[in-house]
């Protein structure tokens, strides 16, 4: 069985410091995995994805991640914070069907 | 609609009530899935359409829920006779490649949600 554990619920770092979500998983199979966001009373938002092909993946306004097979990690990571960035982060997983599993959330503070 | 609609946005209902939430979904995207989220944690499959039918509904939690999509579009959870523990945010979200090809999947796109609370 897949699952997707996320192991901090709450970051809080200063804006301009770096970002380190971390996310563990857990499969039987190679999984696509993903970075959701949710500000508040928003939907989710893909950030990016990894699906077999490059172990560093590039997302949208500045993050990355990178697939670690060996530590079945796939941790996010932006160099430098913004306001902006403050929301939930959710990592997640999919083994090849139709059932995408969550994990618990990162609740990200940016201190100005 | 450009994304994914749901409505209502907000719903407050008395314990034992009917309660209904709507999702519209992303024009030609076949696949549609609910999911809901308690405070404080991450969304939980709930159920997942392909077209017009229910290809897997293990995620609902008991036979008070229940959801269609009768027209392969729009779709419909309901859920009966509500409970305080039903209190939660409803999540909808299309794709249009639900199905691994090589490992290979889709992205999700999420509506804002429907926030049921039962008092």
């Known amino acids: 069985a897949q699952s997707v554990t996320q192991l901090d619920s709450h970051v809080s770092v200063s804006e301009g410091t770096p970002v380190l979500l971390r996310c563990n998983y857990s499969s039987s199979y190679s999984p696509s995995l993903f970075w959701y966001v949710q500000h508040p009373n928003k939907g989710l938002q893909l950030l990016l994805k990894?699906?077999?092909?490059?172990?560093l993946v590039k997302g949208i306004n500045g993050f990355e991640a990178e697939f670690k097979k060996s530590e079945t990690s796939f941790h996010l990571t932006k160099p430098s914070a913004h306001m902006s960035d403050a929301a939930e982060y959710f990592c997640a997983s999919n083994t090849g069907g139709f059932k995408t599993i969550f994990g618990a959330g990162t609740r990200l503070f940016v201190k100005a | 609609g450009a994304g994914v609609s749901q409505t209502p946005s907000n719903k407050v209902t008395e314990k034992g009530k009917y309660v209904e939430l709507r999702c519209d979904p992303i024009s030609g995207h076949t696949a549609l899935y609910w999911y809901r989220q308690s405070l404080g944690q991450g969304p939980e499959f709930l159920i997942y359409f392909q077209g017009t039918g229910a290809a897997d509904d293990s995620g609902l939690p008991n036979d008070r829920f229940f959801a269609v999509r009768p027209e392969g579009s729009v779709s419909t959870l309901k859920i009966q006779r509500t409970e305080r523990g039903d209190s939660a945010m409803y999540l909808c979200a299309s794709s249009y490649d639900p199905v691994a090809v090589g490992g290979i999947t889709g992205e999700l796109f999420f509506g804002e949600g429907s926030r049921l609370t039962v008092l």
């Open positions: 990894y699906t077999s092909a490059a172990t």
